[in-house]
T-cell receptor
Framework: KAGVTQTPRYLIKTRGQQVTLSCSPI?????VSWYQQTPGQGLQFLFE???????NKGNFPGRFSGRQFSNSRSEMNVSTLELGDSALYLC???????????FGQGTRLTVV | GQNIDQPTEMTATEGAIVQINCTYQ??????LFWYQQHAGEAPTFLSY????GLEEKGRFSSFLSRSKGYSYLLLKELQMKDSASYLC??????????FGKGTRLHILP
């Protein structure tokens, strides 16, 4: 059974650009959550999608957005990138909301 | 609030036992997760507690006291490969899972 797949693994962008990250959950998992991980702040919750609807949102500015498709694949978008957005972005899928989460390897975003 | 507190770093010796504590705000509580994360890798699930008491799974055990907002992860017979960060995460009734900043565990030979 394939795990959670995130693409790309690494990305370098310049300030002001926008970026789209992709996450394919484990087959049969309907809930996808996104987290930002930085050395100082740890894992911070961005948002959760279930059945193509955003169910929960963390305390991030509106520049951070996402969506989920009918096949449960999810994308997150960050517009007008800032240096502080440099981080590891992790996607986690769960069979049901609030259940054990399985993480992808993450996308390491560097903003220069 | 969602404050989840756990020590930033701990050091233990190979073969020994270590206990990593986690405290959380009890409002909206709906389960407590522990994850392990090796450097440069994704977090992996270790345990889930929703009722009070100790859950044992091989060398790892996790304890929960809901009234005290307290959990711990107990690692026995420590091995060098146990050097990692251990993340405590609180599940909320709105199905959001909030992570602590993690405890970096160093194992000495």
């Amino acid at each position: 059974k394939a795990g959670v797949t995130q693409t790309p693994r690494y990305l370098i962008k310049t300030r002001g650009q926008q970026v789209t990250l992709s996450c394919s959950p484990i087959s049969g998992h309907r809930s996808v959550s996104w987290y930002q991980q930085t050395p100082g702040q740890g894992l911070q919750f961005l948002f959760e999608y279930f059945s193509e609807t955003q169910r929960n949102k963390g305390n991030f500015p509106g520049r951070f957005s996402g969506r989920q498709f009918s096949n449960s694949r999810s994308e997150m978008n960050v517009s007008t990138l800032e240096l502080g957005d440099s981080a590891l972005y992790l996607c986690a899928s769960s069979r049901d909301r609030g259940s054990e989460a399985f993480f992808g390897q993450g996308t390491r975003l560097t903003v220069v | 609030g969602q404050n989840i507190d756990q020590p930033t770093e701990m050091t233990a010796t190979e073969g020994a036992i270590v206990q990593i504590n986690c405290t959380y705000q009890t409002s909206g509580f709906n389960g407590l997760f522990w994850y392990q994360q090796h450097a440069g890798e994704a977090p992996t699930f270790l345990s889930y507690n929703v009722l009070d008491g100790l859950e044992e799974k091989g060398r790892f055990s996790s304890f929960l006291s809901r009234s005290k907002g307290y959990s711990y992860l107990l690692l026995k017979e420590l091995q060098m490969k146990d050097s990692a960060s251990y993340l405590c995460a609180k599940g909320n009734r709105d199905d959001k899972i909030i992570f602590g900043k993690g405890t970096r565990l160093h194992i000495l030979p």
